[in-house]
């Protein structure tokens, strides 16, 4: 704050007083609305460095993406295809995939599946999770430099596999609590006669009409707003183009937007 200059004692001085108070209050005045405009014009100069500032140190991390879906219904086909055509458009972008059968866990995963190795339904429901929870590190940390995952079945194919099985909902969802969630997650959605139609059905533990039916009922439970429902009884062109432009309109919102984790 600029403050009036001051003038002292003396009948001189009081005539001098009575000449120049005016001015200098004039001046002081002036000088006050100028210092005002000087603060306004520094602090706006200031603003707009530091937003800049912000803009170019700010981290702008990848998106996590996932594809949910009953089986057949084109999830490890469209994965590929997606993480191809945005890295052809530019974008950072990786597979990854549960379950990883490549791990130690995964191994036994597969033996389950492949039915060749007997579990309980709750050991087979905590090796998935764990086979999630191996992944959690390097999913943050990929995340973070800015590289966007596209993932084929994550923790709501946990869920709702072992639900279909008729375990609970609650004790099903209780392993996945703090692990990464999703940006978006797609649900691909197809009638249990064209899943039976098409190639491979059936080898595996899981591919039997009922079960299908049953994880189609435990995804509508699970669904919530980050989820995009799709009709994937279309060609592998069109089904590509959709979750092509909604995968891009997420990559460009997460920016700086923190990670947050199921459930809570
Ligand atoms: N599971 C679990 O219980 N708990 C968990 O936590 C997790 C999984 C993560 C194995 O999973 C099983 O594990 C699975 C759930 C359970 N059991 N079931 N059922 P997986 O992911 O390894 O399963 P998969 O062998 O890869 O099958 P899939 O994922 O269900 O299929 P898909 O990936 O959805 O479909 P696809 O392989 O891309 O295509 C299937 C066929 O359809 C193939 O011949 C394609 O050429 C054809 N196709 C694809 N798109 C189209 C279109 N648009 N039109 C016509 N034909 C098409
Ligand atoms: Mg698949």
Redesign the pocket.
């Known amino acids: 704050m600029v403050k009036s200059p001051s003038l002292c004692g003396g009948r001189h001085e009081d005539g001098v007083r009575k000449v120049f108070a005016p001015f200098f209050s004039c001046c002081a005045v002036f000088v006050n609305i100028k210092s005002k405009k000087v603060a306004q014009k520094l602090s706006f100069l200031r603003n707009f460095a530091t937003f800049f500032h912000k803009k170019l140190t700010m981290h702008t991390r990848g998106a996590f993406i996932v ?1 949910e ?12 295809k997606l993480v191809d055509k945005l890295q052809k458009n530019g974008v950072d972008a990786k597979l990854i ?3 990883d ?1 490549d791990t130690e866990c995964g191994k036994l ?1 597969d033996e389950y ?1 492949r039915q060749k190795k007997p579990l309980t339904d709750e050991g ?2 905590l090796l ?2 764990t ?2 929870w191996e992944a959690k590190n390097s999913i943050e940390e990929s995340l973070m430099k800015g590289t966007t995952l596209i993932c ?4 709501y ?6 639900v279909a099985k008729g375990m609970s909902l609650q004790w099903c969802k209780a392993p996945e609590e703090g692990l990464t969630k999703p940006d978006l997650v797609f649900l ?1 959605t197809l009638p249990i006669e ?1 899943i039976m139609q ?4 059936g ?5 039997k009409k009922q ?2 039916q049953e ?1 189609i009922k435990i995804y509508e439970l699970l669904k919530e707003d980050y989820w995009l429902e799709i009709d ?5 062109e ?2 590509l183009d959709v979750l092509y432009n909604n995968s891009l309109e997420v990559i460009r919102k997460v920016g700086g937007k923190p990670l947050e984790h199921l459930w809570t």
Do not use: W
């Open positions: 594809l879906g009953c089986d057949r219904s084109g999830k490890s086909t469209q994965s590929q995939k549960f379950p059968r995963i599946l087979i429901h998935f999770s086979n999630r084929d079945r994550y923790s194919s946990g869920v709702a596999f072992s691909l064209k098409r190639g491979g059905f080898g595996e533990r899981y591919e079960m299908q994880v994937a009884d279309q060609t592998q069109a089904l």
